[in-house]
């Protein structure tokens, strides 16, 4: 018989280190090279369209290819220039603690499966009910995001109203279930609606409420709810960064015994400053809530986190069981989340928390703030109009007319020094301005004001 090939094996320190080097030479030059793809990316992106490859390459050369790739191919989104999309960067003690996640490949699913990942989820969902003064009785699923972290909170929301309402979901599923009416903004992120249509909901039943110009939700615009109804509402509208009345709103609601979510994908971080602690005054008394440490805690991609105040309604919901499941070591985080396999999470977020600690946290969050008021002040007496002023770390700001502001966001995103990104805005085209990473500072800003001026007389 033929003698099977042997995989030659590489060397792992080699690799690393190599990797480890790259990486070093992307991060020593964020500030001073192109926010955009340079010119020659396009030809190195079409240049990756091949047949699958029979034969494997080293993979030191397939390293080095995808190091030259990341060099010329990837938006520089984690530079101190980036003010697109609410993309908050990534703090170097969370960089590093993902590292060391990665090379343990820890699975989360399980306590028994990774004893570290189920007791740093514990600390950690402990650490941040505390730091965002939500009830202490809430449990915390770590998810890819907060849209997965919205589907989960509504999973939830459903099966404790149909719990409460003795409806047998788990046996009977929807067919002939009684209809739950969901009410909210009609700003609301439009994951919030993609979720609602997985879980069942069709649009008959979602009622999107009156806002204001900033696109909070007018509370004498909340109707008559019943026991089975979902209120929806945003700690931090995505283009605006407004904040619902919570104090108002959430024990009207409850009242009449709805359930009660809060989309704070960004906001929620709020609750960490004294400075934006205001915003957030009553949220609280909500059942459900959703955040990603991304945004604004500035941990790597993928971090969400849904909050919820009744542990069984999250377990219910998103539990599964299988025979060669060992699921009696203490917390499986599995039952929390829509996955089963997942990586652990809680790692980076753990040392990031360990790291900033609550008042390095709270200064996070002020220093976007205040960038956010500065950058206002910066083009107050300029050509711009301010749609909307800061409120969090959002701004909204137009030309006299949409071409006119079409062309500067255009001209802004491919100058390369800065990057923006726009949207309409009560039928207006506006450019938007999302201030969420460290590594921006107050002379960032400074330039971001002066070329936005410049390209608005160009």
């Known amino acids: 018989m033929e003698e099977t090939k042997k995989v030659p094996h590489d060397d792992w320190a080699l690799l690393l280190e190599t990797a480890k080097e790259a990486a070093r030479d992307y991060l020593s030059d964020l500030e001073n090279r192109s926010v955009n793809l340079l010119p020659q990316a396009e030809d190195t992106l079409d240049r990756l369209a091949e047949e699958m490859p029979?034969?494997?390459?080293?993979?030191?050369?397939?390293?080095?290819?995808?190091?030259?790739?990341?060099?010329?191919?990837t938006i520089l989104s984690t530079g101190p220039n980036y003010y697109g999309f609410v993309t908050g960067g990534a703090l170097p003690i969370a960089l590093a603690a993902r590292w060391l996640s990665d090379v343990w490949d820890q699975n989360a699913a399980l306590e028994v499966m990774s004893p570290l990942s189920a007791r740093l989820e514990n600390l950690v969902e402990q650490w941040l009910i505390e730091l965002l003064g939500l009830?202490?009785?809430?449990?915390?699923?770590?998810?890819?995001?907060?849209?997965?972290?919205?589907?989960?909170?509504?999973?939830?929301?459903?099966?404790?109203?149909?719990?409460?309402?003795?409806?047998?979901?788990?046996?009977?599923?929807?067919?002939?279930?009684?209809?739950?009416?969901?009410?909210?903004p009609d700003t609301l992120h439009g994951s919030i609606e993609k979720a609602l249509r997985i879980l069942g909901f069709g649009r008959q039943h979602m009622?999107?409420?009156?806002?204001?110009?900033?696109?909070?939700?007018?509370?004498?615009?909340?109707?008559?709810?019943g026991p089975l109804s979902i209120l929806i509402l945003q700690a931090g509208q995505v283009c605006t960064g407004a904040f619902d009345d919570f104090e108002t709103l959430i024990p009207a609601a409850k009242a009449q015994g709805a359930?009660?979510?809060?989309?704070?994908?960004?906001?929620?971080?709020?609750?960490?400053?004294?400075?934006?602690?205001?915003?957030?005054?009553?949220?609280?008394?909500?059942d459900s809530w959703v955040t990603d440490a991304h945004k604004t805690l500035n941990v790597p991609y993928d971090s969400g986190i849904v909050f919820c105040r009744y542990g069984d309604?999250?377990?219910?919901?998103?539990?599964?069981?299988?025979?060669?499941?060992?699921?009696?070591?203490?917390?499986?985080?599995?039952?929390?989340?829509?996955?089963?396999?997942?990586?652990?999470?809680?790692?980076?977020?753990?040392?990031?928390?360990?790291?900033?600690?609550?008042?390095g946290i709270a200064e996070l969050v002020t220093r976007f703030c205040d960038h956010a008021v500065l950058l206002h002040q910066l083009l107050e007496n300029s050509p711009y109009t301010i749609v909307s002023r800061p409120i969090f770390n959002q701004m909204l700001v137009a030309l006299a007319d949409d071409d006119?502001?079409?062309?500067?966001?255009?001209?802004?995103?491919?100058?390369?020094?800065?990057?923006?990104?726009?949207?309409?805005?009560?039928?207006?085209?506006?450019?938007?301005?999302?201030?969420?990473?460290?590594?921006?500072?107050?002379?960032?800003?400074?330039?971001?004001a002066h070329l936005m001026i410049e390209v608005s007389q160009a």
């Open 135 to 184: 009830p202490k009785q809430s449990v915390a699923g770590f998810v890819s995001g907060s849209s997965v972290a919205t589907l989960c909170a509504l999973a939830a929301a459903r099966e404790h109203l149909y719990q409460r309402a003795d409806w047998p979901l788990r046996d009977r599923g929807l067919n002939g279930a009684p209809s739950i009416e969901v009410y909210g």
């Open 313 to 359: 309604a999250l377990t219910k919901a998103l539990s599964s069981s299988g025979s060669y499941l060992q699921s009696d070591r203490g917390r499986d985080g599995m039952d929390l989340t829509l996955e089963m396999s997942r990586r652990a999470r809680a790692i980076e977020l753990w040392a990031t928390i360990k790291s900033l600690g609550s008042d």
């Open 54 to 73: 029979i034969e494997g390459s080293p993979a030191l050369d397939v390293l080095k290819q995808l190091i030259s790739l990341g060099r010329t191919s």
């Open 207 to 225: 009622h999107w409420l009156k806002t204001d110009e900033s696109g909070r939700l007018n509370p004498d615009q909340l109707p008559t709810l």
């Open 259 to 286: 359930w009660v979510h809060i989309d704070g994908a960004f906001g929620l971080w709020a609750a960490a400053s004294k400075l934006s602690q205001p915003l957030v005054k009553g949220v609280a008394a909500a």
């Open 404 to 448: 006119a502001t079409t062309r500067a966001l255009t001209a802004l995103q491919q100058s390369g020094k800065a990057w923006v990104s726009g949207a309409q805005w009560q039928g207006r085209q506006v450019i938007r301005i999302s201030i969420c990473n460290w590594r921006t500072e107050a002379k960032h800003i400074e330039r971001l």
